[in-house]
């Protein structure tokens, strides 16, 4: 059955990933997508439902291809919770220059598209865990400020780490990456880290 075939099912990920980088925010339909990978309608649906679900699946073969898994290894085998923090930043913050385009094609979508909302709030989902597991490591070593409780310094931290924030600062801003990975890295640990005192 042609839904089996993992080879279509690649090539369809890979012309909506293409599509979805050059579209610049306008809407990508089902139909440029098949034409992209050579294929009818009909068969993109046999791999993909809808296009909710084909975006999503969309977003999880770019982190294939960058290989999100493997970039986050040293912020999931910290040792400490502030070590954690800072892998994860450092990780997370050098990721999105490198899916950038995309982001920007769904976050533009956002107001008029709702498959494209759904992958989107799918994906910062996923980072928001990301977040949230950084948090909690500090929480557990008795490193976490008073300041914030785990929820609010979860939300905080997901706020800064934000694509449109990157963008603010790099772009707008002209922030070089590097300095952009620094500061947020700084700024977090004032904001969540406790700050002990030398005796």
Not at 67 to 95: C, H, K, M, Q, V
Not at 134 to 149: G, W
Request: charged share 25%.
């Amino acid at each position: 059955m042609s839904s089996d075939n993992p080879e279509t099912r690649t090539r369809i990920l890979q012309a909506t990933l293409d599509l979805l980088e050059a579209s610049q925010g306008h809407g990508v339909r089902m139909a440029d997508i098949a034409k992209q990978a050579g294929l009818s309608r009909q068969a993109v649906y046999l791999h993909f439902a809808n296009r909710a679900e084909l975006l999503i699946a969309t977003t999880h073969h770019l982190d294939a291809l960058k290989g999100s898994d493997e970039r986050l290894i040293p912020s999931r085998t910290a040792r400490t919770g502030t070590e954690r923090l800072d892998s994860f930043i450092e990780a997370w913050g050098n990721y999105i220059p490198e899916i950038y385009g995309v982001a920007k094609a769904l976050l533009a979508m956002r107001d008029t598209d709702q498959a494209a909302t759904q992958a989107w709030d799918k994906r910062m989902q996923d980072m928001r865990e990301g977040c949230e597991a950084a948090i909690m490591a500090l929480d557990r070593d008795n490193m976490l400020s008073p300041d914030h409780s785990p929820d609010q310094a979860t939300d905080i931290l997901w706020t800064l780490l934000s694509v449109r924030n990157w963008e603010q600062l790099t772009i707008d801003c002209g922030w070089p990456q590097d300095a952009y990975i620094e500061n947020l890295i700084s700024l977090a640990r004032r904001l969540f880290v406790v700050q002990t005192t030398p005796e």
